[in-house]
């Protein structure tokens, strides 16, 4: 099995031949919106150039703009946090639970305030956070829900495949994703009014565009006196090679997904009894998609991180990855480095001053980043993932499980 097979070659070919003629543009990027809603069971997928894109159109969308407060979680990707600021807003950290690292919903109320227009969950290594709770918080406070799936493709949550369940949904297609174009994203929704917004400002502010409709025709551009432009927009859209070697992806989605589940349960299998690694729980109900799998060092062990990850590669495994360091201890948010072109901006609802990001907004997560150890599951051959799987079981014996 190759990740990139016959499939993404031939679409490939198929936009290649048509020699990039207007006419032809945007025929294979309307395939892959049409197979991926299908796949998602949404009514909408707007492409897009990349999956930090997405993030900013769906809040471009929502409306949320200066002032406005997005909470999200610090243990994720920085471009989460990025496509707030993109978006001339302000970034409000919400802490983790312990156990399945993602966002918890008790601490997003905590940290709603007048100014709370949307949250952004993560769904986070390919597993859901826990979406009923968060959607009835936003019902309650009339907040917009974006999920952030870019780690999750076909992981499910009590029965709902994760994509639609929030107001918006946000995917990534980066070379390290389930699938990939290389780069590349979409945007999911059920929401005909929102998917407008999004095709309008992932595609110029164009007027003869929506939800359904990704490019303007000859037929407008033939007349002097059209209008093209409705709204301020960026050139966000999916570039036809990629998207015709997503299409190929996401058609093969099945596949490509299940190995990474097949990998995770070699390390599941790799790590038996060991008291002091604790797998990334998944609650009941929910189905892991397993973009990494992930184990979590326990206090008290008499070895560092950086020693069994050294042990782990001396005895045939992969490099280990580290956790993402959290987004608020990050130098850009601790020294302010946005400001003053990006919010948090002196305004009247922070009366001249910065929103603080300092040590101690999210204590579970602060407690819980360093122990992280991010093993890959993106292994196609069999036979070389059970050598990692085999090198985590002897890693284990050497420090005594």
């Known amino acids: 099995m190759k990740r990139i097979g016959n499939m993404e070659q031939q679409y490939v070919l198929e936009v290649l031949n048509t020699q990039f003629r207007s006419s032809a543009g945007g025929v294979m990027t309307k395939r892959l919106e049409k197979t991926f809603a299908e796949k998602f069971d949404v009514k ?51 802490d983790i639970n312990p156990d399945t690292f993602t966002i918890e919903p008790a601490d997003i109320r905590n940290k709603i305030t007048e100014h709370t227009k949307a ?118 859209r999916m570039p036809e090679l990629c998207a015709a070697v997503a299409l190929a992806q996401v058609e093969r989605l099945e596949e490509l997904v299940q ?48 020693d069994f990850r050294n042990k782990y590669m001396e005895l045939g495994g992969d490099g280990i990855y580290a956790a993402w360091q959290l987004t608020y201890l990050e130098p850009v948010f601790r020294n302010h480095a946005f400001y003053p072109q990006k ?12 929103q603080k990001y300092v040590p101690g907004l999210c204590p579970n997560a602060e407690a819980v980043q360093p122990k992280l150890l991010q093993f890959k599951t993106n292994y196609l051959d069999k036979h070389i993932a059970e050598q990692k799987a085999d090198a985590l079981a002897k890693t284990i014996q050497y420090f005594g499980a």
């Open 343 to 354: 919010c948090p901006v002196k305004c009247p609802y922070y009366k001249g001053q910065l």
């Open 119 to 236: 949250v952004i969950p993560v769904a986070l290594y390919g597993l859901s956070p826990e979406m009923d709770e968060i959607m009835a918080i936003a019902r309650q406070h009339n907040l917009t829900v974006i999920e952030d799936d870019a780690q999750c493709f076909l992981g499910y949550y009590k029965g709902r495949i994760v994509g639609s369940i929030g107001h918006m949904a946000s995917f990534s297609f980066q070379s390290s994703k389930h699938i990939t174009s290389g780069e590349g994203g979409m945007i999911t929704t059920n929401d005909k009014n929102l998917a407008d917004k999004i095709r309008r400002f992932n595609s110029l502010g164009y007027a003869g565009v929506s939800a359904g409709k990704g490019k303007i025709t000859k037929k407008d551009i033939q007349d002097p006196a059209y209008e093209r432009h409705v709204t301020l927009g960026f050139n966000y």
């Open 44 to 94: 909408y997928a707007i492409a897009h150039v990349n999956g930090t894109a997405t993030l900013h159109a769906a809040l471009a969308a929502a409306g949320i703009g200066p002032g406005d407060e997005v909470i999200v979680p610090p243990l994720t990707m920085s471009s989460t946090a990025f496509a707030v600021l993109h978006a001339n807003a302000v970034p409000v950290f919400a």
């Open 259 to 306: 190995k990474r589940i097949d990998v995770a349960g070699l390390y599941s299998d790799a790590i038996d009894d060991c008291k002091w690694l604790t797998p990334q729980k998944v609650p009941q109900g929910y189905k892991h998609s397993y973009w990494t799998y992930v184990l979590k060092l326990a206090d008290d062990v008499d070895f560092s991180w950086y």
